[in-house]
């Protein structure tokens, strides 16, 4: 288990916030440094970017609390001088929204989702259940006893880091985020807390909010509305999709400013049909980057791209988000009209696989979250509910019932391609994450559990009995399958999965 004692052998150390700080990714900084410091290390904070920190309340934050963070200009960061740890703070090394700067060895430290290109990185320490990343730094220092009370200005900003990326603590879930808040209480200023709170706009801010809001383009049979600021600080976007999304018939609010070289977009959503996540995943990809969670997104589209495509980037927002509402289908697996009889039916081929009894995993009603190649899935763990695990890493879940109707135990060895997909379970309580491979039993198929499937033409989202505030998330070419002795087991499966493990049944 990591610690950050591990980040005591190395003396020349530089904590990177993203480009555009916030308090959480400053304050994650901060805790961290002073851990550092008080080691005896030569550390630095420093964020990069185009654009020196704006938001008021961030640049009181600094003064007040006595921060030291630099800026590096992006032109600068290729000449930077290589540190022998870079630790990137509520951002991860290679992403849109941090400028890559070399080191000898990279850590990250986050509580947003890992990307493709958290791969990069050395040392990764992931908390995505968690509110804030400074929730993750009390959690790391309090492991190894820092002493909060020595320095009154670290626990003040970590309070009012987990308390911005919360929305004033309305947001709070995880056990985790309630212990540092009522915790690092007796040892912070409360009134510095509470001023910094309160300068969250300068005039000049307020204004470009109200414009803003005042100026929007809505498609209220989908819910959203699209909305373009003036050249601001990021945060503010923000802090727009914040209160537009408080509008009664708003459940998807976009938010972008057009800046020098592209424009900077904030998602909110609050509808089970769209996350965040996918929709800036949409309408970033090819011309820019962008990530973050089912309610919260945030990305950046290149100019470049746009021109290239000789249009503006107010033309192509408002072309992509309408192009996105209208690019999926939904189906929800309790209630459907499939057409079965324009489907195939196939059975699976007689390929080992594995299985595992949640409950051997987590003890028993355990919160538990499953990734799946297709989409995330809830379940709580039972002894009635298996996992199987396919070829390529994939799993999702069955109830024991079906499984034994489905499949038969065997001794012979599952190959499982890690390379793909190393297969995991998420403790949402606690975030523990565990391999399910050292658990796993092998079964194979019974050949008796035939299923209508075919090719979608479209993607497709499909709310499963299993996850009916999630979906599964097919993309053209894939396979949507449900079985033949339950129309209502609705599913997705992956289209290079579904080749190598399904074949047409001979009647």
């Given at each position: 288990?990591?610690?950050?004692?591990?980040?005591?052998?190395?003396?020349?150390?530089?904590?990177?916030?993203?480009?555009?700080?916030?308090?959480?990714?400053?304050?994650?900084?901060?805790?961290?440094?002073?851990?550092?410091?008080?080691?005896?290390?030569?550390?630095?904070?420093?964020?990069?970017?185009?654009?020196?920190?704006?938001?008021?309340?961030?640049?009181?934050?600094?003064?007040?609390?006595?921060?030291?963070?630099?800026?590096?200009?992006?032109?600068?960061a290729e000449d930077f001088p290589k540190p022998q740890l870079l630790i990137c703070v509520d951002c991860q090394y290679g992403e849109g929204?941090?400028?890559?700067?070399?080191?000898?060895?990279?850590?990250?430290?986050?509580?947003?989702?890992?990307?493709?290109?958290?791969?990069?990185?050395?040392?990764?320490?992931?908390?995505?259940?968690?509110?804030?990343?400074?929730?993750?730094?009390?959690?790391?220092?309090?492991?190894?006893?820092?002493?909060?009370?020595?320095?009154?200005?670290?626990?003040?900003?970590?309070?009012?880091?987990?308390?911005?990326?919360?929305?004033?603590?309305?947001?709070?879930?995880?056990?985790?985020?309630?212990?540092?808040?009522?915790?690092?209480?007796?040892?912070?200023?409360?009134?510095?807390?509470?001023?910094?709170?309160?300068?969250?706009?300068?005039?000049?801010?307020?204004?470009?909010?109200?414009?803003?809001?005042?100026?929007?383009?809505?498609?209220?049979?989908?819910?959203?509305?699209?909305?373009?600021?003036?050249?601001?600080?990021?945060?503010?976007?923000?802090?727009?999709?914040?209160?537009?999304?408080?509008?009664?018939?708003?459940?998807?609010?976009?938010?972008?400013?057009?800046?020098?070289?592209?424009?900077?977009?904030?998602?909110?959503?609050?509808?089970?049909?769209?996350?965040?996540?996918?929709?800036?995943?949409?309408?970033?990809?090819?011309?820019?980057?962008?990530?973050?969670?089912?309610?919260?997104?945030?990305?950046?589209?290149?100019?470049?791209?746009?021109?290239?495509?000789?249009?503006?980037?107010?033309?192509?927002?408002?072309?992509?988000?309408?192009?996105?509402?209208?690019?999926?289908?939904?189906?929800?697996?309790?209630?459907?009209?499939?057409?079965?009889?324009?489907?195939?039916?196939?059975?699976?081929?007689?390929?080992?696989?594995?299985?595992?009894?949640?409950?051997?995993?987590?003890?028993?009603?355990?919160?538990?979250?499953?990734?799946?190649?297709?989409?995330d899935s809830n379940i709580r763990a039972s002894a009635d509910i298996y996992l199987m695990i396919g070829i390529l890493g994939e799993v999702?879940?069955?109830?024991?019932?079906?499984?034994?109707?489905?499949?038969?135990?065997?001794?012979?060895?599952?190959?499982?391609?890690?390379?793909?997909?190393?297969?995991?379970?998420?403790?949402?309580?606690?975030?523990?994450?565990?391999?399910?491979?050292?658990?796993?039993?092998?079964?194979?198929?019974?050949?008796?559990?035939?299923?209508?499937?075919?090719?979608?033409?479209?993607?497709?989202?499909?709310?499963?009995?299993?996850?009916?505030?999630?979906?599964m998330y097919g993309k053209a070419g894939d396979y949507l399958a449900l079985k033949c002795d339950d129309i209502n087991d609705v599913y997705?499966?992956?289209?290079?999965?579904?080749?190598?493990?399904?074949?047409?049944?001979?009647?």
């Open positions: 288990m990591f610690t950050l004692s591990e980040f005591l052998k190395y003396d020349n150390i530089v904590i990177q916030c993203h480009d555009h700080p916030d308090p959480d990714t400053i304050s994650s900084a901060f805790g961290i440094y002073s851990y550092l410091q008080r080691n005896g290390k030569n550390v630095k904070i420093i964020y990069s970017g185009l654009e020196q920190i704006k938001k008021r309340n961030v640049q009181l934050m600094i003064e007040w609390l006595n921060i030291p963070v630099e800026h590096v200009k992006s032109s600068d929204n941090v400028t890559r700067i070399e080191a000898e060895t990279v850590a990250v430290i986050d509580h947003h989702r890992q990307t493709a290109n958290g791969g990069e990185s050395d040392i990764v320490v992931i908390q995505s259940q968690l509110g804030s990343c400074a929730t993750l730094v009390w959690d790391l220092l309090t492991d190894v006893d820092f002493d909060f009370s020595l320095d009154k200005d670290v626990p003040a900003s970590l309070y009012y880091g987990l308390l911005t990326d919360t929305n004033n603590f309305s947001e709070i879930n995880h056990p985790l985020d309630k212990d540092m808040r009522d915790e690092l209480q007796m040892y912070c200023d409360r009134g510095i807390v509470r001023r910094l709170s309160l300068c969250n706009l300068t005039l000049d801010e307020l204004e470009i909010a109200g414009v803003a809001l005042l100026r929007n383009r809505n498609c209220f049979h989908n819910r959203y509305a699209l909305f373009r600021a003036e050249s601001c600080d990021p945060n503010i976007l923000g802090f727009i999709s914040d209160i537009a999304l408080q509008v009664d018939i708003v459940d998807i609010c976009v938010v972008y400013s057009i800046r020098d070289g592209g424009a900077k977009i904030s998602v909110r959503s609050c509808s089970r049909e769209v996350m965040a996540s996918d929709y800036i995943e949409y309408i970033t990809r090819d011309v820019g980057s962008g990530g973050g969670h089912r309610d919260k997104a945030g990305g950046w589209i290149n100019k470049s791209a746009t021109d290239d495509m000789n249009i503006t980037i107010t033309e192509y927002m408002n072309m992509k988000t309408e192009e996105y509402f209208k690019s999926y289908d939904i189906i929800n697996a309790l209630k459907h009209d499939i057409d079965t009889a324009s489907m195939t039916k196939y059975i699976k081929k007689r390929i080992p696989k594995g299985f595992v009894v949640s409950s051997e995993v987590f003890p028993e009603n355990t919160p538990l979250m499953i990734r799946t190649l297709e989409g999702y879940p069955i109830k024991k019932e079906k499984f034994h109707s489905y499949y038969v135990l065997c001794d012979e060895e599952v190959n499982i391609s890690e390379e793909i997909y190393t297969p995991t379970v998420k403790n949402e309580t606690t975030g523990e994450v565990r391999e399910l491979i050292p658990y796993m039993n092998s079964c194979i198929s019974t050949g008796e559990a035939p299923i209508f499937a075919k090719v979608l033409t479209r993607d497709t989202k499909v709310f499963t009995d299993w996850n009916p505030n999630g979906y997705i499966i992956e289209h290079n999965i579904f080749n190598l493990t399904y074949e047409e049944l001979k009647l």
